[in-house]
C-alpha cells in the first residue's frame, strides 16, 4: 500500500482486521455465536497481514502471538485498553 502526502500508512491494518469484523457485524449478537475458535484465527490472520504490511516499509513490529484481549472485551464499545500489549 502506498503511502499518503503525509506519509502515513492508515487504514493498512484496519483492513487486515475488516474480515474478522464482517463475520462479526452484530456485536450484541456476536459474543453468543462466534466461538472462540474464530476469535483465534481472525487474530491470527490479522497478526500476519499486519507484520506483512510493516515488513513491505521495512518496519519491524511485535505482534503478540495471542490476542491480549478477550473477545467480549473487543466487542464492548466501551472497553479502550490502558496501553498497548501490557
Not at 487486515?16 to 472462540?36: E, G, H, Y
Amino acid at each position: 500500500m502506498a503511502l499518503s502526502s503525509t506519509g502515513s500508512r492508515q487504514g493498512c491494518v484496519p483492513t487486515a482486521s475488516r474480515s474478522a469484523s464482517d463475520t462479526v457485524s452484530k456485536p450484541r449478537l456476536a459474543s453468543n455465536i462466534m466461538p472462540p475458535e474464530l476469535f483465534e484465527k481472525a487474530w491470527q490472520q490479522a497478526r500476519r497481514a499486519a507484520e506483512k504490511t510493516f515488513a513491505l516499509h521495512r518496519e519491524a513490529v511485535r505482534v503478540p502471538e495471542h490476542s491480549p484481549y478477550s473477545l467480549k472485551q473487543v466487542l464492548d464499545p466501551d472497553f479502550f485498553p490502558d496501553s498497548a500489549f501490557d
